[in-house]
């Protein structure tokens, strides 16, 4: 079982910044890969940016250059920095992770929300 937790979310103006956190419950985390996905009212969830447990890292191309996903493994979380937001990143983004089974987990979420 994995908990995920999302926090650092809000309100922001265009162009300004958030730092995402994902706090996990897992006696794996160094060996786990994680994802931050994203659903806009009315969209499917997407994917926004991905880290494995070797540090392989992949971004959608929305976001390359302006978000950056990273891992702390000695406190079991995950982050994504976000610099240059648009108000098309405007969204509910979520943590994700998968186990070794194909079972997945997500977080609650946290709003992301980007004036213009």
């Known amino acids: 079982q994995v908990q995920l937790v999302e926090s650092g979310g809000g309100l922001v103006q265009a162009g300004g910044s958030l730092r995402l956190s994902c706090a996990a419950s897992?006696?794996?985390?160094?060996?786990?890969?994680f994802d931050w996905y994203r659903q806009a009212p009315g969209m499917q969830r997407e994917l926004v940016a991905a880290?494995?447990?070797?540090?392989?890292?992949n971004y959608a191309d929305s976001v390359k250059g302006r978000f950056t996903i990273s891992r702390d493994n000695a406190k079991n979380t995950v982050y994504l920095q976000m610099n240059s937001l648009k108000p098309e990143d405007t969204a509910v983004y979520y943590c994700h992770t998968r186990s070794a089974l194909g079972r997945d987990y997500w977080g609650q979420g946290t709003q992301v929300t980007v004036s213009s």
């Open positions: 897992t006696t794996i985390f160094g060996a786990k890969a």
């Open positions: 880290i494995t447990g070797g540090g392989t890292i």
